[in-house]
């Protein structure tokens, strides 16, 4: 099916988040609203990094999708850049989502959300918050902060804490934010830094993307261990597909397939696959095509 892509941007707190809009061309033989899914991504990352891949396959077959930046990330506005507020973050998907359903031609009571990593975590609490959202796809998701502050290291978590410390200071004393880099090496003060999590996660930044910074504000790291997404799965009355990556070095199955078993509609989908391996190539194939078949029973086309 073709599709138009366009360069969009909607209003979260003043601010303006941008994104791109997907719309199936129209059919002949089609009539009425169309569903729409809504896509963000994760730790620090922007929608160039993958989340095009999806949002085509979703409007191949038949959804209008709606990918977007957060707030100090991307395209998105919000100074200082690359500050990662777990707070502004859901309060920019809540309002992609208004935007999708105030949109022409969608049905505002058929929106899905698909979010990954970190997002994957954001859209569990949304969901919970938002009953009208008609399905969620939660992707290799952040569910517990401290499982996934454990895979660090002590000496590492150590080191990040005390940038987080001194990146409070440096907010408290109107300074220049103090910085941790988002993906690392083996034992490098990094919010990531399993042996796949650099490679990986620059792996899926497109070639050509200069200005991508692989770092953010540290205070960040003082917050994570306490973030337990996760335990809203047992809120969400509707449907919600965990893509649960087997092998995940970064936001660890255990606990994800913990809460995905307390969601009332949950259906868990396991992929013997790394965290940053579900982006790409045959994983990715075998993904996108369970995230395509759960929206056609969950919210039709």
């Known amino acids: 099916m073709t599709f138009t892509r366009t360069d969009v941007g909607f209003s979260s707190a003043g601010e303006r988040c941008a994104g791109w809009l997907y719309r199936p061309q129209a059919d002949d033989n089609a009539s009425g609203p169309v569903p729409i899914v809504v896509l963000g991504h994760g730790l620090g990352a922007v929608k160039e990094m993958r989340l095009d891949a999806f949002a085509e396959r979703f409007v191949a077959a038949g959804y209008a999708a709606l990918v977007f930046d957060y707030r100090h990330f991307g395209d998105s506005e919000g ?24 949109l022409d031609g969608i049905d505002p009571d058929r ?13 569990l609490a949304v969901a919970a918050q938002d009953p009208r959202v008609a399905a969620v796809i939660s992707q290799c998701p ?37 910085m ?19 490679g990986g996660y620059l792996g899926i ?12 504000a540290a205070t960040i790291g003082l917050q994570i261990p306490m973030q337990r997404p996760g335990k809203y799965a047992a ?23 913990r809460f995905a078993a307390k969601a009332p509609k949950g259906v868990i989908k396991r992929y ?7 982006y790409v190539g045959e994983p990715f194939e075998v993904a996108v095509t369970d995230y395509v078949e759960f929206l056609g029973q969950a919210v039709g086309h």
């Open 111 to 123: 929106v899905a959300l698909f979010g990954t990593s970190f997002g994957g975590g954001h859209v």
């Open 180 to 198: 941790v880099p988002l993906a690392g090496r083996p034992g490098e003060a990094a919010l990531m830094n399993a042996h796949d999590a650099l």
């Open 272 to 278: 013997p696959v790394g965290h940053f391996d579900i």
């Open 142 to 178: 952040f569910t517990s902060g401290l499982a996934s502050a454990l895979t660090l290291g002590v000496g590492p978590s150590v080191r990040v804490t005390a940038l987080g410390l001194r990146d409070a200071v440096a907010h408290l004393t109107r300074r220049s934010r103090v």
């Open 235 to 257: 809120d969400i009355e509707v449907p919600v597909l965990f893509g649960v990556c087997e092998k995940d070095t970064v936001a660890p199955a255990g606990p994800t397939l």
């Open 205 to 216: 930044v497109p070639e050509g993307e200069d200005d991508f910074a692989n770092a953010v």
């Open 79 to 102: 100074t200082p850049r690359q500050l990662l507020d777990i707070g502004k973050q859901r309060a920019d998907w809540h309002a992609a989502i208004a935007h999708a359903r105030g």
